[in-house]
């Protein structure tokens, strides 16, 4: 990692007008005035109010002692390299990252070893007789040199942060690939392996969301989703993996998230079966319009999985249906569609009476008789038959469900349904 000089991090201008002699005066001292601060600091900030022979004990002291040294090399030459120093000022930085803490402790250390420095060394310029601008060089140099080491412990945070939220991003989208995959083991070591590195508490349940990206999709990322739902881009889709759906309105949340985007969200499903719910939404994402879903809003998968399972077979559906319908191609048109109609009403009715029929059809009931009576002498005893019923039943209605398409003249794309 390339490293910033100290020159571009702050001025080297006030060590400039201390008199090289003062870093002889000040050198010999600097065991002593650690002490001082060391003692300030573990008295003054509660995170590293810990044992001088603990982790944080070692650091603060290495970094007491570190500060002291660089001031007196600037003194000695202002313009030496001060790479080393920076690289450890930012470890520092990272240390505090790693440990689960912000920078203000760290900052507030500095503040408090300023304030003894500010102190001790302006007493030891007068002891020298510096000139009085010299002397308001080194409170100058003091506070100078605490802001560059407060802000390279700054970014030395950042980075830290920068490099884990990275790997937490990339482990979290191998997590969601892993779960996608339809052979993946719901509790086995190697899921259990990716959701520690990810930070991700296996759930019970979860379902899938899938969204397609275009049109500026991919924002729904900025939109407030919950910190634990797995993103994966996949293609010109989105997939989410949310746990635990039904929990503290994550489904509301989700839904306000993915307004006015092309959204389905599967079934709420164990673990295991994650690759089942995409797998149900991005069915009913593909015949989105065929479902008669508003547009704009957020498509429930679970809503319409006989629909679903039935347009994801069409072409077989239509072909059950030509077979079942095909003692009525002699019939007239009108006839054959009006005795097809009948045969569906009646193969959904529980007591398969006329008048339940009639009304299903909003007919009257003599109609009906008549055309139940020539229903029998067209399919016999098939009409008694469990499984032709519920064949017939449900190829009648995926010829339903596509037939709307055909009326409205939209051409269908085996590939990518609305």
Known sequence: MAVQSTVGTFSRRPWH??????????????????????????????????????????????????????????????????????????????????????????????????????????????????????????????????????????????????????????????????????????????????????????PEAVACLVMRQAGGGGQVLAAGLDEDVLILPRGGELLLVVPDPEDGGRVD?????????????????????????SHCARLALKHRRRLDAPRGELLAAADHLLDVQLLSGAPIGRLMADRVTDVLKGLPPGKAARLAETLEALLASWGRTAPEVADALGIHPQTVRGRLRRLDELFGVRLTDPTFRTGALLALRTRALTAADAGRGVRRDPGREE
């Open 253 to 277: 949340r989700l839904r306000a998230a993915v307004r006015d985007h092309a959204a389905a969200i599967g079934p709420t499903v164990a673990l295991g079966d994650a690759w089942l719910s």
């Open 17 to 202: 007008e201390i008199p090289e002699a003062f870093a002889d005066v000040l050198r010999p001292r600097i065991e002593e005035i650690a002490a001082e601060m060391l003692t300030l600091i573990r008295r003054d900030v509660r995170v590293y109010q810990q044992p001088t022979g603990s982790a944080v004990g070692r650091d603060v002291t290495a970094a007491v002692h570190r500060a002291m040294r660089q001031f007196v090399e600037l003194i000695d030459d202002p313009e030496a390299p001060q790479g080393d120093h920076e690289l450890f000022f930012q470890r520092l930085g990272r240390l505090e990252f790693l440990n689960g803490r912000s920078t203000d402790g760290i900052q507030a250390a500095y503040r408090t070893g300023a304030r003894v420095a500010c102190r001790r060394y302006g007493a030891l310029a007068q002891e020298a007789a510096l000139p009085p601008e010299a002397g308001l060089a080194v409170t100058e140099a003091v506070l100078v040199h605490t802001a560059a080491m407060a802000d390279l412990a700054v970014r030395g945070h950042a980075a830290a942060r920068a490099r884990a939220t990275g790997r937490t991003q990339r482990s979290r989208r191998a997590l969601a690939a892993h779960l996608l995959e339809q052979s993946a083991d719901p509790r086995g070591e190697s899921l259990t392996a990716l959701a520690e590195q990810a930070s991700w508490r296996l």
